[in-house]
């Protein structure tokens, strides 16, 4: 049973006031950091670690959902002690920006790394946040129920002869609005209009879950097709659990618009925060984050593609889905087109 947004400011208030301490006690040294952090993979403890390690900073964090971060640094405001806000998903990032909650950073170390569809737009003050790691917004069908020519594109689960064959996310998670942001970018608001209406009318039951839980349905015949984040799959396709070994030997895996524009690609990133007490510590963090070792982590951790394209991956897994054609799509560009996705799901009936 998921938690209340109550019940997670709560957790998240009482973490909160088991550090405040540490927090307040840092005006005196320059070895330390301040992380908020909507990523919750037990797997970064070796990430953050190792940055600590190599630089003598501490690493004291903040972690809950995007949702009661945002809340709680808008509450703190210019008291805030965050020097890094770190989100999972380009929508997330825009609401952080958009509330004004990053302060620009100009580092000739990000800028050369990391791509620039993958950062926020520069300007000539510096860039509020960069993506340090990628996904890919894959489809997963049924082996049994589902010819795979069949769904080769987003476009196509919105055939008419997918109805009742349909699984994803509410339409108002990050991850929908960021594949309908670049919809938007790619075919136009008219198009992405249509083609929600139909994947409503395919529809095998409401909007719910997670992409495990799409992954699962898919197995198990509830769903025909359903969309996913990459990382997801490979996780469950790493499993050693001979029940998760059982459903995915029932569910395949395509690479989505192949023959067209390329599948979705959306990031988690970060950036400094506005009023960051330890400014240059969270540079040196950013410009850890997109290292070589920091880089491999991310894929060989936490089975995500790493942003800096020359890094090298030692992930069989995440090897084995092979090289795939990605959107061209800029991040900023979906970030900017995100409240245009919300009103095209609603109108649609998207919930």
Partial sequence: MKATTIGKLTRLTVLGATMAAAFGAQADTDKVLNLYSARHYQTDEQLYGTFTKQTGIKINRIEADDAALLERLKGEGAKSPADVILMVDAARLAKADEAGLFQPVKSATLDARIPAKLHAASTNKGTDWYGFSTRARVIVYNKDKVDPKTVASYESLADPKHK????TRSGSHPYM?????ALIARDGAAAT???AEG???????????????????????????ALANSYYYVRMARSDKPEDKALMSKVGFLWPDQAGTGTHVNVAG?????HAPNRDN??????YLASDEAQQY???????????????????????????KAETVPIGTIAKNLPEAQ??????GYK
């Fill in 199 to 225: 994947m409503v009318a395919n529809f095998a039951r409401a909007p719910r879950g997670g992409d495990t839980d799409q992954i699962k349905a898919v197995a198990t015949g509830e769903c025909g097709v």
């Fill in 343 to 348: 009103r095209i799901l609603d109108r649609a």
């Fill in 282 to 287: 969270a540079v040196k963090f950013l410009e």
């Fill in 193 to 195: 209009t249509k083609w």
């Fill in 164 to 167: 009742g064959q349909v699984c």
């Fill in 298 to 324: 991310f894929a060989n951790g936490n089975n995500e593609w790493p942003a800096v394209p020359t890094t090298k991956v030692d992930n069989p897994a995440l090897a084995s889905l092979g090289d795939f």
């Fill in 270 to 274: 970060a950036g400094v925060a506005k």
């Fill in 177 to 181: 609005l960021s594949l309908v942001g």
